[in-house]
């Protein structure tokens, strides 16, 4: 019987509706695997003789852990001990529990003795199972065991044990077989390349797996639910696609930390407990369901597919799949939509190693800036304002475009390139350039000093090899973006390497600067490469398209030619450069927005479906941009994060923000910039915040407003706007409404050459009356100094425990202590005297690629495993140099270095030279300060100091109060979890 093996199958079976049918089948060995669904049961063992055939074993797993003493303290600290694992057959309806080794001495189930957990559930289902080692790989049938679960990582290392974890921890490092690997990205998967270099998603084991007398040799496959919706835990997933789990709350989340007590005192809850995890592969069932009644909605039945187990593939499967329909591609004809999409990946970019062509690869991110980095703590009526649907309404009128782009790109290893500049591009080809079908990547020569500042344009430092970029799925394994893996991305006022410019780019180069500025940069900016699909091979039907595409006919020549001049070489190449824009709003954004309108999200029978096309919709810019998706394009991805920057830089500007995050700003209602009788210009607008000419514009409230004010309703802040001597009160409602509308009405009047303003709609988050700024992107907003959130980068918002020193013991002193909350709290109170930080202990889970380097550090002698928690000691850095601007890259290496060698001998930076009689910091002063210098172009901050004319600086420093402190505790943990830890100072 089976269950069935399609998705119309699915539909027909109701599984959001049945229940899991118990049956007495001893056998659970499936012939067929299709779409996460098992058919043709193996009835008798009998069957699975032949050595040539492969057989499924599909079943959940799940374990319960807990941390026997602690790190610092306890001489039986461990960083994790196993207590049951929990295994359940798919066609059961109870999972069972099985007690680890590790737990024996308290074991009330029957006890894990084979090595792997899998084998002795089966044993207590009844059925003849042992299981042994044998690196000969035997002729045998294959048996592959699909584990399905929620985080599987933490999973990873207690199924098995002894020998058999052995091998699981051998192929995640990648001991013995580089082909095969088991990693955790955004998800946990296994990984063979085989013959022609095909990805297979399994590792085979050097085991041999007995069942009733016949004997296999086994592979593990991994289907790890945990990225699959972009839910952030099990129960949210469960209860998004409606699967029943009663026991999840049995526990609070302190008592989890225990789970051995709970094991002990109160064994029905946690078995109830530990079986409610075993439903990942019915909840996987269910988002199925869900899955096709998304694409049957979406009129893409046609090209029915299974979801991925991440967001990000599935909704890229959702547009191939609308592309293939309006191009007519055939549902099995993937080879035809990759020859159409190809020439604008990422991935094909890459593979341009020694070209220029490798830095188009890469699409750079929204705007991340500290506008006002002296301001630190701000009273008056604050506004948080974001950029409505930013990366979805810049989708909707950008084309995707199929075919091969033009790429003007030079030979990276040679010294001899000959760079148009702007200008010079510009006359050529400006007559080519399709507004939102091209890009280029500028920079200034390499000596040349902008005399006219910009903030408009990034900065990217790549790294050392471009062609190795790291990938979205990479990112998930670091803690840092390093030079190793993106480079540097930063704004440098008098300097420009591979900046990203557009069409808006040339909008404000015509409209926003001045004459003198246009000039410079028109004849300064060197082209380092670009990319474009060029007006005149536009096409504007599919069948068009493809028929120029059938039967274009070209060639390639390269033709040396030795004359007086010398030798040279010209390389022509005639490639096939049609090409179709799709309008990616036709081709799916506006239906993912009208089909989730269908359904009520106030509706609990339809909710569900609001927050999967609401999910999907969020999802389709992240697919054009990612570095790995087919259907990904760099040319569209950089012209939508552009647009997004240009909207955030008028916004930015025209309010006088003070920081701007990506697709908004928080700025101060009554202190806006309005124009005056003079032009507005770029320049002008360059660093408002400091004392210069502000000729060009004057700062007043918003709205033509004379006074704007908050006051307090209902725990909420509502505005009194007095204007021609009346004030009128408006509700937080009414306030927002006011702003959103008067905002937007502010940018098109300063910028009305900027077509973004007339694109974008604007929304408030929230009006608040207060808000303290640190770094690029740190903030602590309150209403009636009551603080509703904080964020700082780095820093978990979880609480920690801080340690000091008693003596020459180590105590603890606090149990929960927030350290960015406290520092900004701290800052809002009284910036000029801020008390410095505290050691405390920050625990993340380990994942593969830091086991990986972890293992190697410590010559393999580590405790740690993935999937543990593992503990850093860490101080809070007060100082940061993320929120200046610096002029050129030179100055901001010269002042990195400073800072980094600072930290590395007295384990703080400038904070020793800003202290306090009483040992706290003047952080205001600090700001200040260094503001100053780094716009006046000083190297480094030592350059200000008398004492380093002479070379006695070092008579000037100072330990941090808490550094002998950290080092005790570091080296606590280190020999406490056998591993020396990456000191990796926590600064920006």
């Given at each position: 019987?089976?269950?069935?093996?399609?998705?119309?199958?699915?539909?027909?079976?109701?599984?959001?509706?049945?229940?899991?049918?118990?049956?007495?089948?001893?056998?659970?060995?499936?012939?067929?695997?299709?779409?996460?669904?098992?058919?043709?049961?193996?009835?008798?063992?009998?069957?699975?003789?032949?050595?040539?055939?492969?057989?499924?074993?599909?079943?959940?797993?799940?374990?319960?852990?807990?941390?026997?003493?602690?790190?610092?303290?306890?001489?039986?600290?461990?960083?994790?001990?196993?207590?049951t694992v929990q295994h359940r057959l798919i066609h059961e309806q109870d999972a069972d529990i099985l007690s680890h080794p590790d737990s024996a001495d308290i074991a009330r189930h029957t006890l894990m003795t084979s090595g792997f957990?899998?084998?002795?559930?089966?044993?207590?289902?009844?059925?003849?199972?042992?299981?042994?080692?044998?690196?000969?790989?035997?002729?045998?049938?294959?048996?592959?065991?699909?584990?399905?679960?929620?985080?599987?990582?933490?999973?990873?290392?207690?199924?098995?044990?002894?020998?058999?974890?052995?091998?699981?921890?051998?192929?995640?490092?990648?001991?013995?077989?580089?082909?095969?690997?088991?990693?955790?990205?955004?998800?946990?998967?296994?990984?063979?390349?085989?013959?022609?270099?095909?990805?297979?998603?399994?590792?085979?084991?050097?085991?041999?797996?007995?069942?009733?007398?016949?004997?296999?040799r086994v592979r593990l496959s991994f289907y790890d639910v945990s990225a699959m919706t972009g839910c952030k835990g099990y129960k949210e997933l469960c209860n998004l696609v409606g699967q029943d789990i009663p026991f999840k709350d049995n526990f609070t989340k302190e008592e989890k930390e225990r789970m051995d007590v709970a094991y002990i005192k109160r064994p029905v809850d946690y078995d109830n407990y530990a079986k409610g995890d075993c439903y990942s592969y019915c909840a996987l069932l269910k988002y199925c369901q869900m899955y096709y009644q998304v694409q049957k909605d979406l009129g893409l039945v046609k090209y029915l597919s299974a979801p991925r187990l991440t967001v990000g593939s599935t909704v890229k499967d959702l547009i191939a799949s609308a592309v293939k329909i309006k191009m007519n591609i055939p549902f099995e004809n993937n080879r035809q939509l990759k020859e159409y999409l190809k020439y604008g990946t990422s991935r094909y970019l890459r593979e341009n190693k020694t070209s220029s062509a490798v830095l188009l690869a890469k699409v750079d991110g929204g705007r991340c800036l500290n506008n006002r980095p002296t301001d630190v703590s701000v009273k008056g009526a604050l506004c948080d304002i974001d950029i409505k649907g930013c990366y979805g309404s810049a989708l909707k009128n950008l084309p995707l475009p199929l075919g091969r782009p033009v790429l003007i790109e030079y030979d990276l290893r040679s010294k001899e390139n000959c760079f148009q500049t702007l200008r010079q591009f510009l006359k050529k080809f400006k007559k080519e350039l399709v507004p939102g079908a091209w890009f280029a990547r500028v920079s200034t020569a390499d000596k040349y000093i902008l005399k006219y500042p910009q903030d408009f344009l990034i900065s990217w430092i790549p790294p050392k090899n471009p062609a190795s970029l790291a990938t979205d799925t990479d990112y998930q394994e670091l803690d840092f973006w390093t030079d190793d893996n993106i480079g540097l991305i930063k704004q440098f006022s008098n300097q420009v390497k591979l900046g990203v410019i557009n069409s808006h780019f040339l909008e404000w180069l015509e409209t926003c600067c001045s004459a003198p500025q246009r000039k410079e940069l028109l004849d300064n900016l060197l082209i380092d490469c670009a990319l474009y699909y060029p007006a005149s091979e536009r096409v504007s039907t599919p069948e068009e398209f493809v028929e120029k595409v059938a039967n274009f006919k070209g060639g390639n020549w390269c033709i040396p030619v030795h004359d007086k001049k010398g030798t040279r070489v010209i390389k022509i190449t005639k490639e096939c450069h049609t090409w179709l824009g799709l309008e990616l709003g036709d081709l799916i954004i506006n239906q993912l927005l009208e089909e989730r309108s269908k359904y009520d999200k106030k509706n609990p029978l339809e909710k569900a479906y609001n927050d999967l096309f609401k999910l999907y919709t969020n999802t389709v810019y992240g697919d054009f941009v990612a570095p790995y998706f087919d259907i990904g394009n760099v040319c569209t991805g950089n012209n939508i994060t552009a647009m997004a920057r240009t909207m955030a830089w008028c916004m930015e500007k025209g309010f006088h923000g003070f920081q701007t995050i990506t697709d908004g700003c928080m700025f101060d209602l009554g202190r806006v910039i309005h124009k005056t009788d003079r032009r507005l210009t770029a320049l002008g607008l360059f660093e408002a915040y400091s004392p210069k000419d502000k000729s060009q514009f004057r700062f007043r409230p918003l709205g033509g407003a004379d006074e704007i004010s908050p006051y307090v309703e209902d725990g909420r802040l509502g505005l009194k706007v007095s204007q021609n001597g009346e004030t009128k009160s408006l509700t937080n409602k009414e306030a927002k409404e006011w702003i959103e509308y008067e905002a937007i009405e502010h940018l098109k009047n300063l910028f009305p050459g900027l077509s973004v303003v007339n694109h974008y709609i604007l929304e408030v988050k929230e009006i608040y009356d207060s808000c303290v700024y640190h770094g690029s992107a740190n903030y602590l907003p309150s209403i009636v100094n009551t603080?509703?959130?904080?964020?700082?980068?780095?820093?978990?918002?979880?609480?920690?425990?801080?340690?000091?020193?008693?003596?020459?013991?180590l105590i603890k002193v606090l149990e929960d202590y927030y350290p960015a909350l406290e520092f900004l709290t701290l800052l809002s109170k009284d910036p000029t005297r801020v008390s410095r930080g505290k050691t405390y202990l920050q625990s993340k889970i380990l994942k593969t690629a830091q086991y990986v380097k972890l293992y190697s550090s410590s010559h393999g002698e580590t405790k740690l495993f993935p999937g543990c928690n593992y503990y850093e000691g860490r101080l809070l850095r007060e100082a940061t140099l993320s929120q200046f601007k610096f002029r050129t890259f030179e100055q901001w290496q010269s002042w990195e270095r400073e800072f980094k060698k600072l930290l590395d001998e007295t384990g703080q930076t400038y904070e020793q030279f800003f202290l306090n009689k009483d040992g706290t910091l003047n952080y205001k002063k600090l700001s200040k300060t260094l503001d100053e210098l780094i716009r006046k172009g000083y190297q480094r901050f030592s350059e200000s100091r008398k004492a380093s004319k002479n070379r006695n600086l070092h008579r000037e420093y100072s330990l941090h109060p808490q550094a002998i402190v950290l080092s005790k505790v570091k080296d606590k943990l280190a020999q406490a979890q056998n591993y020396q830890a990456e000191d990796k100072p926590n600064y920006e």
């Amino acid at each position: 019987m089976g269950i069935d093996t399609t998705l119309q199958g699915l539909k027909k079976s109701e599984i959001s509706r049945s229940k899991i049918v118990k049956t007495n089948s001893i056998i659970p060995l499936y012939w067929s695997f299709n779409n996460y669904l098992y058919s043709n049961r193996v009835r008798d063992i009998s069957e699975c003789r032949n050595p040539e055939s492969v057989f499924y074993l599909p079943i959940e797993v799940d374990t319960e852990y807990y941390q026997p003493g602690h790190p610092i303290t306890s001489s039986e600290y461990q960083p994790s001990k196993t207590l049951t694992v929990q295994h359940r057959l798919i066609h059961e309806q109870d999972a069972d529990i099985l007690s680890h080794p590790d737990s024996a001495d308290i074991a009330r189930h029957t006890l894990m003795t084979s090595g792997f957990s899998v084998c002795d559930y089966l044993r207590l289902k009844g059925i003849d199972c042992s299981i042994a080692r044998d690196i000969t790989k035997p002729p045998l049938p294959i048996l592959r065991i699909d584990l399905y679960g929620y985080f599987l990582l933490a999973e990873l290392y207690r199924f098995t044990t002894d020998e058999f974890l052995q091998d699981i921890d051998d192929i995640v490092l990648q001991k013995h077989d580089k082909k095969s690997s088991i990693v955790q990205g955004r998800r946990l998967h296994a990984s063979t390349e085989v013959m022609g270099g095909k990805q297979e998603p399994w590792v085979e084991l050097p085991w041999v797996m007995t069942i009733n007398g016949q004997s296999f040799r086994v592979r593990l496959s991994f289907y790890d639910v945990s990225a699959m919706t972009g839910c952030k835990g099990y129960k949210e997933l469960c209860n998004l696609v409606g699967q029943d789990i009663p026991f999840k709350d049995n526990f609070t989340k302190e008592e989890k930390e225990r789970m051995d007590v709970a094991y002990i005192k109160r064994p029905v809850d946690y078995d109830n407990y530990a079986k409610g995890d075993c439903y990942s592969y019915c909840a996987l069932l269910k988002y199925c369901q869900m899955y096709y009644q998304v694409q049957k909605d979406l009129g893409l039945v046609k090209y029915l597919s299974a979801p991925r187990l991440t967001v990000g593939s599935t909704v890229k499967d959702l547009i191939a799949s609308a592309v293939k329909i309006k191009m007519n591609i055939p549902f099995e004809n993937n080879r035809q939509l990759k020859e159409y999409l190809k020439y604008g990946t990422s991935r094909y970019l890459r593979e341009n190693k020694t070209s220029s062509a490798v830095l188009l690869a890469k699409v750079d991110g929204g705007r991340c800036l500290n506008n006002r980095p002296t301001d630190v703590s701000v009273k008056g009526a604050l506004c948080d304002i974001d950029i409505k649907g930013c990366y979805g309404s810049a989708l909707k009128n950008l084309p995707l475009p199929l075919g091969r782009p033009v790429l003007i790109e030079y030979d990276l290893r040679s010294k001899e390139n000959c760079f148009q500049t702007l200008r010079q591009f510009l006359k050529k080809f400006k007559k080519e350039l399709v507004p939102g079908a091209w890009f280029a990547r500028v920079s200034t020569a390499d000596k040349y000093i902008l005399k006219y500042p910009q903030d408009f344009l990034i900065s990217w430092i790549p790294p050392k090899n471009p062609a190795s970029l790291a990938t979205d799925t990479d990112y998930q394994e670091l803690d840092f973006w390093t030079d190793d893996n993106i480079g540097l991305i930063k704004q440098f006022s008098n300097q420009v390497k591979l900046g990203v410019i557009n069409s808006h780019f040339l909008e404000w180069l015509e409209t926003c600067c001045s004459a003198p500025q246009r000039k410079e940069l028109l004849d300064n900016l060197l082209i380092d490469c670009a990319l474009y699909y060029p007006a005149s091979e536009r096409v504007s039907t599919p069948e068009e398209f493809v028929e120029k595409v059938a039967n274009f006919k070209g060639g390639n020549w390269c033709i040396p030619v030795h004359d007086k001049k010398g030798t040279r070489v010209i390389k022509i190449t005639k490639e096939c450069h049609t090409w179709l824009g799709l309008e990616l709003g036709d081709l799916i954004i506006n239906q993912l927005l009208e089909e989730r309108s269908k359904y009520d999200k106030k509706n609990p029978l339809e909710k569900a479906y609001n927050d999967l096309f609401k999910l999907y919709t969020n999802t389709v810019y992240g697919d054009f941009v990612a570095p790995y998706f087919d259907i990904g394009n760099v040319c569209t991805g950089n012209n939508i994060t552009a647009m997004a920057r240009t909207m955030a830089w008028c916004m930015e500007k025209g309010f006088h923000g003070f920081q701007t995050i990506t697709d908004g700003c928080m700025f101060d209602l009554g202190r806006v910039i309005h124009k005056t009788d003079r032009r507005l210009t770029a320049l002008g607008l360059f660093e408002a915040y400091s004392p210069k000419d502000k000729s060009q514009f004057r700062f007043r409230p918003l709205g033509g407003a004379d006074e704007i004010s908050p006051y307090v309703e209902d725990g909420r802040l509502g505005l009194k706007v007095s204007q021609n001597g009346e004030t009128k009160s408006l509700t937080n409602k009414e306030a927002k409404e006011w702003i959103e509308y008067e905002a937007i009405e502010h940018l098109k009047n300063l910028f009305p050459g900027l077509s973004v303003v007339n694109h974008y709609i604007l929304e408030v988050k929230e009006i608040y009356d207060s808000c303290v700024y640190h770094g690029s992107a740190n903030y602590l907003p309150s209403i009636v100094n009551t603080f509703l959130i904080h964020k700082m980068r780095s820093y978990q918002n979880k609480p920690s425990e801080v340690w000091d020193l008693e003596g020459e013991q180590l105590i603890k002193v606090l149990e929960d202590y927030y350290p960015a909350l406290e520092f900004l709290t701290l800052l809002s109170k009284d910036p000029t005297r801020v008390s410095r930080g505290k050691t405390y202990l920050q625990s993340k889970i380990l994942k593969t690629a830091q086991y990986v380097k972890l293992y190697s550090s410590s010559h393999g002698e580590t405790k740690l495993f993935p999937g543990c928690n593992y503990y850093e000691g860490r101080l809070l850095r007060e100082a940061t140099l993320s929120q200046f601007k610096f002029r050129t890259f030179e100055q901001w290496q010269s002042w990195e270095r400073e800072f980094k060698k600072l930290l590395d001998e007295t384990g703080q930076t400038y904070e020793q030279f800003f202290l306090n009689k009483d040992g706290t910091l003047n952080y205001k002063k600090l700001s200040k300060t260094l503001d100053e210098l780094i716009r006046k172009g000083y190297q480094r901050f030592s350059e200000s100091r008398k004492a380093s004319k002479n070379r006695n600086l070092h008579r000037e420093y100072s330990l941090h109060p808490q550094a002998i402190v950290l080092s005790k505790v570091k080296d606590k943990l280190a020999q406490a979890q056998n591993y020396q830890a990456e000191d990796k100072p926590n600064y920006e």
